[in-house]
């Protein structure tokens, strides 16, 4: 039996249709749409280097202010450098981020601020110097094509 190979108009239209669509969000968002925007985020202000260095990437303002690890949009974790350190991400959408680093520096995995210790940390656009800034004053823009960020280490003593 034969398969039929003969294409309907409203296909070929259908198509069109969606190859053109394509191509005009492509020329109107540019790289950000096909391959994602990037982001190079500069954290200053690294005490030693003990542990590792988290770096929390959120693009939702409930799990960023709740701080949830599950509404992470991505994340990096690196053995701390004493000093500065530099992180590149790639292939984000566009949108609104907001920040969370933090040098966990007995490697614990867990924020650790007690009458001990208090280990460091900082939020995109330097906020939150006592508290959890709210995603609105912490969030950065990240256009449709390569964002910067820099954040100052905090460590409470």
Do not use: C
């Not at 239209?13 to 749409?33: D, E, I, Q």
């Amino acid at each position: 039996m034969k398969a039929d190979m003969r294409v309907s108009r409203k296909m070929l239209s259908n198509v069109f249709a969606v190859t053109g669509l394509l191509g005009v969000l492509a020329a109107s968002y540019g790289p950000g749409l096909i391959n994602g925007s990037k982001l190079t985020v500069h954290v200053t202000g690294i005490r030693n280097t003990d542990g590792t260095i988290h770096l929390l990437l959120y693009d939702r303002a409930t799990a960023f202010e709740n701080a949830s690890d599950i509404g992470v949009a991505t994340y990096m974790t690196r053995g701390a450098k004493s000093g500065d350190m530099e992180f590149r991400f790639a292939r984000l959408v566009p949108g609104d981020y907001a920040i969370f680093v933090h040098h966990d520096e007995n490697a614990s995995n867990t924020y650790d601020a007690d009458a001990t210790q208090f280990e460091g940390y900082g939020y995109s656009r330097n906020v939150g110097l006592w508290d959890t800034p709210s995603f609105k004053a912490a969030a950065i823009s990240l256009p449709n094509k390569d964002g910067l960020a820099a954040i100052t280490m905090i460590y409470p003593e």
